[in-house]
């Protein structure tokens, strides 16, 4: 089992580092596919209902993803009032891809927080990460669902890992990134007692931890741990699919299998454990505590107020919910590694807009506002200082109606890794309410 871990995630290493190029080359062709699709979807500025109503949707069954369904039930208590989806068509979105990005904060300087004289040593961490996984393969001895359960009941007298999150991390330790670093930063500081898993094989190293350590010298309970793909899938439908893949049965498709791997990830994580799922490019804005069960939706119809897309990237379920076996069976029965988002957004809102109206799935739909506020062809107005005054008020509606009304703020990190945080920008004001480290340094530069 172990073994087929680590060949995986060596195999997902080094596809990775060979094929960056590449990768590079098609998701340029996705996304203007992306950029395509959408601009026949998304229109600019969708007012929503100034109080949703408390209402069930009533569905029609077998619709497809690209119509529109109806929100379920938003609790009234959390003001989901008028927002607008910026959607525009974006000339070239890939033109700011680039495979090095400039990081969101300027350095964390780790050094400062290790003890070198203990574990790490941070000045060997360069020379050896490829070695990783070979030596780690002795070191974890405990199976994966053990070491998840001992990390989220450490802590029994206190009422810490009320909440519990999971981050998945299939990608290599250089590319963990300071963006990846504050979006923990974020998540921790709405949930100080929070417990986060990121579920990795290559942060489940050494220097995995020692990226982490900030973290865990302030007393936050975060940890990285491999995957078991066998025993996440075990007795669902991607038993099998996964089975298939390891015997090089399944056509991975083009580009990043690790990617949807992830897509699978993240159900099996919830459905085995229950709790939170985030993609390492959220910034958590405030307390989840109220929140059960839930997915949001990236857009809506304009005309009818129906979502039109959800997104995966943000979901809170309880453990064994139904809705997540049917995700990880529709996963399994129509994986296609050559489509974008087939396997990942697509596939959740394929199967919310089949099951809508059976009985037996409970669980609430958000609007866009709650954890995507900008789109991602308009993410760059996040980063944007203001440029007049008409703009710099829009900026300060803009970044309160976030404020009151979002839970998290989706980078896109595909789209805006090479954006600047300009000064006076949203994200900047975003980032000195959820920072935790806050130096002021690194902000005073951005
Ligand atoms: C939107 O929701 C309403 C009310 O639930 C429903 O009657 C209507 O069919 C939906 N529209 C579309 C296009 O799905
Ligand atoms: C590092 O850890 C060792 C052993 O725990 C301790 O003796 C030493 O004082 C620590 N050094 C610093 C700089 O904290
Ligand atoms: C729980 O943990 C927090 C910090 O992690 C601490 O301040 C608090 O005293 C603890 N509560 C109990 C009951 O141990
Ligand atoms: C899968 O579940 C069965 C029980 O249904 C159990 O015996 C087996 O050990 C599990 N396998 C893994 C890999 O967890
Ligand atoms: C549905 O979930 C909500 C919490 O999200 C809970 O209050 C309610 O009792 C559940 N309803 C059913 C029928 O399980
Ligand atoms: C203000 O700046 C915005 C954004 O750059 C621009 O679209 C708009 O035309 C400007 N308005 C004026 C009055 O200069
Ligand atoms: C989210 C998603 O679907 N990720 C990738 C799955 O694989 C296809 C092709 O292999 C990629 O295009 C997707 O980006």
Same mark, same amino acid.
């Given at each position: ?44 500025? @969708? $007012? ?12 029609? $069954? ?48 780790? @050094? ?28 974890? @001895? ?13 802590? *029994? ?22 963006? &990846?670093?504050?979006?923990? &930063? ?12 990121? @579920? ?26 491999? *995957? ?73 119809? $304009? ?31 129509? /994986? ?22 059976? $009985? ?7 609007? *866009?506002?709650? /954890? ?13 200082? *203001? ?31 090479? /954006? ?16 935790? /480290? ?9």
């Amino acid at each position: 089992m172990e073994e087929v871990n680590n060949s995986l995630a060596q195999f997902l290493y080094h596809l990775q580092r060979t094929k960056r190029s590449f990768y590079a080359l098609v998701s340029l062709l996705l996304l203007s596919l992306l950029a395509y699709n959408s601009a026949t979807i998304f229109y600019t500025h @969708v $007012p929503f209902p100034a109080k949703i109503p408390l209402e069930r949707a009533s569905f029609s $069954p077998e619709t497809v993803p690209g119509k529109s369904k109806k929100f379920f039930s938003v609790p009234s208590s959390t003001k989901l009032s008028s927002s607008a989806l910026y959607a525009v068509k974006e000339e070239s979105p890939v033109g700011k891809l680039k495979t090095h990005f400039p990081l969101l904060i300027k350095n964390t300087n780790l @050094v400062a927080f290790m003890n070198t004289s203990v574990v790490y040593h941070p000045k060997r961490r360069k020379k050896h990460r490829r070695g990783f996984k070979s030596h780690e393969s002795q070191v974890k @001895v405990k199976p994966f669902s053990v070491r998840v359960k001992e990390f989220f009941n450490a802590h *029994p007298l206190n009422s810490s890992c009320k909440f519990r999150f999971f981050m998945t991390w299939i990608s290599s330790l250089e590319s963990f990134g300071d963006r &990846e670093l504050f979006t923990i &930063e974020s998540l921790f500081k709405a949930h100080p007692n929070g417990c986060l898993i990121i @579920v990795s094989s290559s942060m489940d190293s050494t220097s995995g931890m020692q990226i982490l350590w900030p973290f865990l010298d302030k007393g936050f309970k975060v940890n990285a741990i491999s *995957p078991d793909f066998n025993y996440l899938f075990n007795n669902t439908a991607a038993q099998a699919w996964y089975n298939q893949l390891m015997q090089g049965n399944v056509n991975p498709g083009e580009v990043s299998l690790g990617q949807n791997l992830s897509n699978l990830l993240r159900l099996g994580l919830l459905y085995r454990f229950g709790g939170i799922y985030l993609d390492t490019d959220i910034i958590v804005l405030k307390s989840f505590k109220k929140l059960r069960n839930t997915i949001g939706a990236q857009t809506i119809d $304009p005309e009818t107020r129906n979502w039109s897309r959800l997104n995966n990237a943000v979901m809170i379920f309880d453990q064994g919910h139904p809705l997540l076996y049917k995700f990880i069976e529709e996963f399994a029965l129509t /994986f296609d590694g050559n489509k974008w988002g087939h396997n990942g957004p697509y596939l959740v809102s394929r199967v919310v807009s089949r099951i809508s109206g059976r $009985p037996g799935y409970n669980f609430t739909v958000f609007p *866009p506002m709650a /954890f995507y506020p900008v789109y991602w062809s308009r993410v760059d107005s996040l980063f944007q200082g *203001p440029r007049n005054e008409t703009h710099s008020k829009w900026l300060i509606a803009k970044l309160r109606r976030i404020r009151s009304q979002s839970f998290t703020v989706h980078l896109w990190n595909k789209q805006s890794r090479g /954006f600047k945080v300009e000064e006076g920008s949203i994200i900047e004001q975003i980032m000195f309410d959820s920072c935790i /480290f806050c130096k002021s340094s690194s902000f005073a530069s951005l």
